[in-house]
């Protein structure tokens, strides 16, 4: 699978440990910055891994910051996003099964990567179940159009 991946300052590290686990379960991964530890704001990092998922340059995307909180704020504005804070495996699983969520959050500050670790291998391998969630993942996407007329 092909997979963006972005992060403010307080994510990075979290992010390039991340980084080393995709790549070592066979996954492409396309790190859209930033490149160290020194303070840089998070919305150009979060906006350009939500663009490279829509566009269908990468099939998901991973963003990080100290809590995850705004990255996941700034890639929903993205039309066509669902991106999905996950701190734990629940509400990862969820986020696939139920939302279809093709952006994952993580707080770097939040999540220790051992339990990063399993939340991104429980999302990258949960199934979007379809069913009764169809019909709501398409009133979201009328509430996107609507709101950018």
Known sequence: MRIAVGSDHA?????????????H???????????SEEPVDYPPFCAAVARAVASGEAERGLVFGGSGQGEQITANKIRGIRAAL???????RLSRQHNDANVLSMG????????????????LATAF?????????????????AERA
């Open 108 to 123: 770097g500050r939040i999540v220790a990567p051992e339990l990063a670790e399993e939340i991104l291998a429980v999302w």
């Open 86 to 92: 996950c701190h734990d495996l629940y509400t990862a």
């Open 129 to 145: 179940e379809g069913g009764r969630h169809v019909g709501r993942l398409e009133e979201i996407a009328e509430i996107e159009e």
């Open 11 to 23: 994510g990075y590290r979290l992010k390039q440990h991340l980084v080393g686990v995709l790549k």
């Open 25 to 35: 379960w066979g996954h492409e991964v396309d790190d859209l910055g930033t490149t």
